[in-house]
């Protein structure tokens, strides 16, 4: 029987500077359409707020898929193929969600 030595999970606290990575992105990306775009206030306040708030998310479901890739090692591309692909509609699924009920 072999035994795999298991690593140290992170800290949470290294953890949690994803999604406020991913809310400050958002919330930068907000402000620039704002900027750019219809000079009706509450329109650029819910652009930022949404925007900020897809990128809060978007961090969560990336640390969700960390999660996910540190449990079980690939061994096929195939494997690693579907990961992405499954990572990438729960994220597409979320931000859709979020943009309608702020909508």
Known sequence: MSHEKLEAPRSASALVIIPI?????????GLFLA?????????RLRVVVKLGVAGFFTGCVL??????VQRSRFSSLGGM???????????????R????VMA
Do not use: K, S
Not at 21 to 29: E, H, I, Q
Not at 35 to 43: A, K, M, Q, S, Y
Not at 97 to 100: D, G, T, V
């Open 35 to 43: 900027r750019t775009g219809t000079p009706d206030e509450l329109e």
């Open 81 to 95: 193929i579907g990961f992405v692909a499954v990572v990438g509609l729960l994220t597409w699924f979320v931000i």
């Open 21 to 29: 990575g991913g809310m400050v992105a958002g919330l930068t990306v």
């Open 97 to 100: 969600i979020l943009f309608a």
């Open 63 to 68: 640390i969700l898929a960390g999660a996910c």
